[in-house]
């Protein structure tokens, strides 16, 4: 299956009683198979209803979004979701978290417990296999949500803040997982943060969106080795460019926040 995402003048208005929101306008996009594409910018720049509309959760006014060769239409096995807050079955362990797809999928038995196996291994969560989510770290359940996009072998990953609540050193350890097993099971992700270093250490690509309404600023490719050090000077000089860019859209919000407090 073809990993591709297409996203292709893409526009989204939210109606709200108040006024018109312009939450997308004209977004054009393509992701190719295997490429790891981060979308950046500050807060209500459009980054997770850009990522929604190619989950299929909420779909564009106009335009439309290719993903895997079809058109996107609602949500589909080809694109597995992760959010910051885990989705996870807080009446289910670990391992039935993992399962859960599998047996939705209609899998025998054995295949599942293999599955699930091999998963809990590649995630590190063997010793945790019997816990509930409520037991263990905000760390540990992202390695159960990140295992049961995997088990369903989505070839796309759709990622939105999936680290954001997570301690600095829990962070950094998640973010090296990912890329392990981005490259190991040859995903196309698609990952919304507002951290720029996040985005510089992970993506092959960072797409920066603009304020009301959301466009895209800057499509920049990363061209610094993996593993990447923070502390590089081409990586610096990177995040000063980005922050940059940043910076300019943070402005504009916080402009149009002076100015609806104004009103009220
Ligand atoms: N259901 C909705 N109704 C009205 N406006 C909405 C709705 N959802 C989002 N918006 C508006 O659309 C814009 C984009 O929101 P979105 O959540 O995609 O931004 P974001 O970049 O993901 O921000 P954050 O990092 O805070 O999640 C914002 O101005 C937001 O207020």
Redesign the pocket.
């Known amino acids: 299956m073809s990993s591709q995402i297409i996203v292709s003048g893409v526009n989204k208005v ?1 109606r ?1 009683p108040e006024k018109d ?1 312009i ?1 997308l306008k004209d977004i054009n996009l393509t992701i190719n198979p295997g490429e790891f594409v981060c979308l950046l ?1 500050p ?7 850009l990522l929604n509309a190619v989950a299929g959760f909420s779909l564009p006014s106009s335009g439309s979004i290719t993903a895997a060769g079809a058109t996107v239409t609602g949500p589909g096995p080809e694109r597995g979701m992760v959010f910051q807050e885990y989705a996870l079955f807080p009446w289910m362990t670990v391992a039935q978290n993992i399962a859960f797809g599998l047996e939705v999928k209609g899998l025998g038995k054995a295949e599942i417990a293999a599955k699930v196996e091999s998963l809990l291994d590649t995630l590190s969560l063997k010793d945790f296999r019997n816990r509930f989510p409520k037991d263990l770290s905000g760390g540990m359940r992202q390695r159960v949500a990140i295992a049961r996009v995997l088990a369903l072998d989505s070839p796309i990953m759709l990622m939105d803040e999936p680290f954001g609540a997570l301690d600095a050193l829990t962070r950094r350890n998640l973010q090296d997982e990912l890329l392990r097993i981005w490259k190991e099971f040859g995903k196309t992700i698609l990952f ?1 943060t ?1 951290s720029i270093e996040e985005s510089i250490y992970l993506a092959d690509r960072i797409v920066v969106m603009t304020y ?1 309404p ?1 466009t895209i600023k800057r499509d920049q490719w990363v061209d610094i080795p993996r593993p990447r050090d923070p502390a590089a000077p081409a990586f610096n000089e990177l995040k000063r460019e980005l922050g940059r860019l940043v910076m300019e859209e943070q402005q504009r919000h916080a402009a149009d926040e002076l100015k609806l407090a104004a009103v009220d």
């Open positions: 939210f709200t929101v939450a910018g807060s209500g720049c459009g980054k997770s209803t919304v507002h009301r959301g």
